[in-house]
């Protein structure tokens, strides 16, 4: 097999024209160019030189091999730079996962950037629920993804996985514009026992979060109407259906329909990215998403980076 090191070698010893010359321009002693094209030679089974007591002739042989070695070269060392684009992160493919509101509000600002500062790094998009999520990070069908929590529902993700937060949310409570509680900046929960709810579907963390709210105040919220798309319950709320209580990125701003703080009620809903570690690619994937966070903390009030470090998932 022949050795990419002899034909780069070989290649500098026809160009210089001598091994020493060769050797000044390699950075090694005039010795080891002799030995490399006396191992070179024998991988070929041919003289490449002819031998002088000053001079060196190169054979019709090591004129091929020259002639070959240059795009074999090349190409070797466009694969080396691929390679080391690789380690870098600059070069390949990130799998990506997300949740829908993320993929509307935060990753078309984070993903903008990466493709600009990572061109030559193919990104793909899979969208589904932490609980969907989770199992391909692990299973090595993703590279990273977007999840979230609600305080009152704690979860911790498995602890073989990198947790860096992004964003905490507010929830904010959507109410007709005519109902009576309109003008209010801030409702309480005891104030809303007679009312009907629109939320997330049962099973899901907002329809616990809700729930797990309630319970402090004494009821258990009566929800006529489910959907896990935001447009869906904002719709129904502006209809005068019921009320709804979402988390600040789900909400953008429509007539018909106004927004309250709920009082004495600190819970959020905290967005963070995770990952195995396995992939370059995604340490600039993860900057570019904590500068898209950044900047929609600075245009929302209701939204502010998360105060968490990268740590261990679960801690």
């Given at each position: ?30 010795s080891a160019v002799s030995q490399q094209i006396a191992a070179l030679e024998r991988a070929v089974r041919m003289p490449l ?13 090591a004129r091929y091999l020259v002639s070959r070695a240059y795009d074999v070269l090349a190409a070797l060392d466009a694969l ?90 507010e929830l904010l409570l959507l109410l007709p514009g005519g109902h009576s509680l309109a003008a209010a900046e801030t409702v ?128």
């Open positions: 097999m022949l050795n990419p090191l002899h034909l780069r070698t070989l290649t500098a010893v026809l160009n210089a024209g001598s091994f020493a010359a060769a050797a000044r321009r390699l950075g090694y002693t005039a030189f002819e031998r002088g007591a000053q001079t060196i002739t190169p054979t019709p042989a080396e730079e691929d390679v080391r684009g690789m380690s870098e992160g600059t070069i390949g493919r990130l799998r990506l996962g997300s949740f829908p509101t993320a993929s509307q509000r935060l990753l078309p600002i984070a993903l903008a950037s990466y493709a600009g500062t990572h061109p030559s790094v193919e990104t793909v998009l899979d969208e589904g629920e932490p609980d969907e999520l989770i199992p391909l990070l692990r299973a090595g069908e993703l590279d990273l993804a977007l999840v979230y929590r609600y305080d009152p529902v704690p979860r911790a993700w498995p602890r073989d996985l990198q947790e860096i937060g992004l964003l905490e949310e309480a929960l005891d104030d809303l026992k007679q009312e009907t709810w629109v939320s997330t579907r049962e099973g899901t963390a907002g329809a616990s979060c809700l729930r797990r709210l309630c319970a402090p105040a004494g009821y258990e919220p009566r929800v006529d109407y489910r959907s896990n798309d935001y447009g869906v319950i904002r719709g129904l709320v502006r209809s005068g259906l019921g009320v709804a209580l979402v988390p600040a990125l789900a909400h953008v701003p429509s007539q018909g329909v106004v927004t309250a703080r709920l009082s004495g009620v600190e819970a959020r809903r905290r967005i963070a990215a995770v990952h195995r570690g396995t992939n370059p690619a995604v340490t600039g994937a993860v900057w570019s998403l904590c500068q898209a966070a950044a900047r929609l903390a600075a245009e929302l009030p209701s939204v502010r980076t998360s105060s968490a470090t990268p740590t261990k998932s679960g801690a």
